[in-house]
């Protein structure tokens, strides 16, 4: 499925006030519920400060959210660790939204968004310590371009954090094909990456200590949430799709699906860009 960069700001630039005030003002990823979680902006912060945490961010860092949406991990970071953080988005629409909070942040002097290609960004080789991109990177046809992009703007010693869904392997029963490609169109994704061919793709990038980190057990109440929104709101999706949308519900209902028949997991690999480049 080919899915362009244009198509995929205009798919938030539609959906970003559906996820605001079905899901949340801060977020648009899953939230992580463990023991003591009560709430969902609980379960939310939960994954802010796991992946801030897994990235040792330190105040002297420069951090790049990669696919910021309205920046709500962002302002977590540059809040809680003192660290510079810019967020680029491919959306206008969440690009006013994450200005906005940042203007009223306590951190706004720490924080910078811009409308930018995370494949092909303007900042400097090296500009950055940290970078992240939380259920963002799924969004390019071919992760290689951003793994390339991502490693000229680390510093060397740098670290890099993709949290997402990844698939268990490329083959999978028959009858969940049909379940998988709209589970895609609906959320204007181009494909998701088996744990494995990302793996390898972040070694062919140059980055090493790659590990993934399997969340899976901790998304379970945030895949039921998104599975009832979906079909809470399906004869609104139904009867815009009638014009030729692509029916959105199908992706919060489907992605239940592929997560219980074992097709998708859940996790975040950390890779770092060696202190020293090979000779």
Known sequence: MIVSAHEVAEY?????????????????????????????????????????????IEPDDRVLDAGCGVGGTSLYIAETTAARVDGITLSSVQ????LA????????????????????????AGAFSKIFGIESISHAPN???FLDEAYRLLRPGGRLLICDGFLTAENFAPDLRETYERFLDGWALPNLATIADFRESLTRAGFS???????????????RRIYWHGV?????????????????????RHQKTLFARGVMIYGFFTADKPASEPK
Do not use: C
């Open 12 to 56: 938030y630039d539609n959906q970003q006030v559906f996820y605001s005030y079905l899901w949340s003002q801060t977020a648009l990823h899953y939230g992580f519920w463990f023991d003591d979680t009560r709430t969902l902006a609980e379960a939310l912060t939960n994954t802010d400060r796991v992946v801030a945490d897994a990235l040792h």
């Open 95 to 98: 690009l006013r939204i994450a």
């Open 101 to 124: 909070k940042a203007a009223r942040s306590t951190a706004a002097s720490r924080l910078s968004f811009s409308q930018q290609d995370f494949t092909s960004t303007l900042f400097d």
């Open 143 to 145: 992760k290689i371009a």
């Open 209 to 223: 200590q790659i590990t993934f980190h399997d969340m899976q057990r901790y998304i379970g109440r945030s895949i």
């Open 232 to 252: 809470t709101t399906s004869i609104f999706s139904f009867i815009r799709a009638l014009s030729g949308s692509p029916r959105r519900d199908l992706a919060a």
